[in-house]
């Protein structure tokens, strides 16, 4: 199983950018998916998840900026990342999650100021 994900890239504060993940194999099952970040010195944190029911959970910092969806017959999961700041500036990772876990390579997302 292997989770390729893709959308990153430079954008001005305020700008949008859009981040998709699909797992690939035939055996991925996951009860959740989502997105976690690490920037620069810090430790990676969750950004956003959510459930095979569609249950979501974001970190208090992109509340209100960011939304997760996912497809549960495609195996994909994305984020929707409105408003950009400067300090959402990461390396973006695609996670998976149920029986077994599952990290994809990250991504860079970086907001200019």
């Known amino acids: 199983v292997q989770l390729q994900a893709s959308g990153g890239g430079l954008v001005q504060a305020g700008g949008s950018l859009r981040l998709s993940c699909a797992a690939s194999?035939?055996?991925?099952?996951?009860?959740?998916m989502g997105w976690y970040r690490q920037a620069p010195g810090k430790q990676r944190e969750l950004v956003a998840i959510?459930?095979?029911?569609?249950?979501?959970t974001y970190v208090d910092s992109v509340k209100g900026r960011f939304t997760i969806s996912r497809d549960n017959a495609k195996n994909t999961v994305d984020l929707r990342m409105n408003g950009l700041k400067p300090e959402d500036t990461a390396v973006y990772y695609c996670?998976?999650?149920?029986?077994?876990?599952?990290w994809g390579k990250g991504t860079q997302v970086t907001v200019s100021s």
């Open positions: 996670n998976a999650w149920g029986i077994r876990t599952y």
């Open positions: 959510i459930s095979n029911s569609g249950s979501t």
């Open positions: 194999g035939s055996d991925f099952s996951a009860d959740v």
